[in-house]
């Protein structure tokens, strides 16, 4: 039963809302109608969360794991502010695109360097930190083939203390999915192209619990002469190699850390109708999803 006011947010202003195709396949505006975001804060721990203009009005000051001081908005790689964009950029401000949950805070966390590389410590730390700041939904667009007690520990008492975890499947295309994906607590997203098939690098497995557009940058199925990507603002990466990491730009980005936030940010959503147990919000979530392939729980 949804008894909250019903939200405001419109992203049809957004100049780059045609071109945002997973949005409109998850039927973002008619989700809106009943709630935004607002009220709720999501944890990226990823390679930071730059402060651009769609994404500046939800960024909290977060934590730099990386560097060990405050503050994760120190984005030198582009992934972070992308994944952050897909969860809560503002929407309906007649300014690029739209995020998921506008109206969301959003935490960021930097535990992965410029090259988008990190260690289960700092990642786990930055976890127990997003606990502690409390956060309702922790993003993960990262993964890794090897088993982390540590890790695994710090997610367990995420979700012991309320918060839904979401995790990429990994970009490998092999069983079983990449860790923290792999782990029960966490909610493990693969991806899907246009057509809702299967994206070609997505990975798969019996620890698979949704999938979510993510594109396949070699496809064009909407005919609309552009790649089937996710768009959103993130740091321009010729700028980035000029040593300028305060340049944004919107870009077509896939892979499954682009689906997992899509996840995450419905978390977000649904918590703001009061339902705040992630295992409640896992099973709305696959209750409600569409069922593809196979009829029936598949493994892709």
Do not use: C
């Amino acid at each position: 039963l949804i008894t909250s006011t019903p939200g405001q947010a419109q992203a049809t202003n957004d100049p780059s809302w045609g071109s945002q195709r997973a949005l409109t396949k998850l039927n973002a505006e008619s989700a809106w109608q009943i709630a935004s975001g607002s009220g709720q804060t999501v944890a990226i721990v990823d390679t930071g969360t730059s402060a651009e203009p769609d994404l500046a009005p939800a960024l909290l000051t977060g934590w730099d794991f990386v560097t060990d001081q405050e503050g994760g908005h120190g984005d030198q790689n582009g992934h972070g502010t992308h994944v952050a964009g897909i969860v809560a950029a503002a929407a309906g401000n007649a300014v690029g695109g739209s995020g998921l949950a506008p109206g969301a805070k959003l935490l960021p966390v930097r535990a992965l360097d410029a090259a988008g590389a990190g260690y289960w410590s700092d990642i786990a730390s930055g976890i127990i930190y997003a606990v502690n700041q409390g956060a309702g939904v922790i993003n993960l667009s990262l993964g890794g083939s090897v088993r982390s007690s540590t890790l695994e520990n710090s997610i367990n008492r995420a979700v012991a203390a309320g918060i839904t975890v979401v995790a990429s499947a990994g970009n490998d295309n092999i069983s079983p999915v990449d860790y923290p994906a792999g782990y029960d607590a966490v909610i493990a997203v693969g991806s899907v192209d246009y057509r809702k098939v299967k994206a070609p690098y997505s990975s798969f497995g019996s620890a698979l619990d949704l999938v979510a557009p993510g594109g396949d940058i070699r496809r064009d199925d909407n005919g609309d002469g552009r790649p089937d990507g996710v768009l959103q603002q993130t740091m321009d990466p010729n700028q980035a190699l000029l040593g300028r990491y305060d340049s944004f730009a919107y870009f077509f980005v896939v892979g499954t850390s682009q689906a997992a936030p899509q996840v995450s940010a419905v978390a977000a959503l649904i918590a703001r109708q009061g339902i705040t147990d992630p295992r409640a919000i896992q099973a709305i979530l696959q209750q409600t999803a569409e069922d593809l392939g196979t009829a029936g729980r598949d493994d892709q």
